[in-house]
């Protein structure tokens, strides 16, 4: 199955990219948990659309992004920055979900083409695994502009509010592409 939007791979790396660059321009309003997992998303997804769909790629990348996502939460409970921690963790492992799908044995032609993102044609129970990822991802995104007070100067604010839309938008393409 192609994709709904061909250009959706390249479009998440984009978000990726603006996503590591704003983690990193807000630079100690984030702690390093936080930009790990921002950079170790943006190199990922560049690593994911340049492997062609290779599966063994996408298993060293499903871990590597799972490792991220764990460490995204060491040490950050109770810090005002814990929130968009999680929210960072949550986002590589809906992207570790896609990784991993494309380098399981026996996965569809079409999740191991050349499409760039491997995740295309995910079976069984992982679309709404992804799915419900992104939506919450979303909302959470949303409902953090209206909860969450700012903690940071109004720079680092702007930095992490585009960063946190970038993520959201970045799955939301990854979601479009599935």
Excluded: N, Y
Excluded at 66 to 89: D, E, K, N, Y
Aim: net charge neutral; glycine share 10%.
């Amino acid at each position: 199955m192609d994709p709904l939007v061909p250009a959706a791979p390249w479009f998440a790396v984009a978000a990726a990219v603006v996503a590591a660059a704003a983690c990193v321009a807000a630079w100690k309003a984030v702690p390093w948990q936080g930009r790990q997992v921002a950079l170790v998303l943006a190199g990922a997804m560049l690593a994911i659309v340049l492997a062609d769909g290779s599966p063994l790629v996408g298993l060293g990348i499903g871990a590597l992004l799972l490792i991220s996502a764990m460490v995204a939460t060491i040490g950050v409970r109770g810090t005002p920055a814990a929130a968009l921690c999680v929210q960072r963790a949550v986002v590589a492992l809906v992207m570790a979900v896609c990784a991993l799908e494309s380098a399981a044995p026996g996965a569809p032609a079409a999740t191991t083409a050349g499409h760039g993102h491997g995740g295309q044609a995910l079976s069984g129970i992982l679309p709404i695994i992804v799915v419900a990822g992104v939506v919450g991802v979303v909302l959470w995104t949303l409902v953090s502009e209206w909860v969450m007070e700012p903690v940071h100067d109004k720079r680092a604010a702007r930095m992490i509010t585009i960063e946190s839309w970038a993520l959201a938008a970045g799955l939301a393409v990854v979601c479009l592409g599935l």
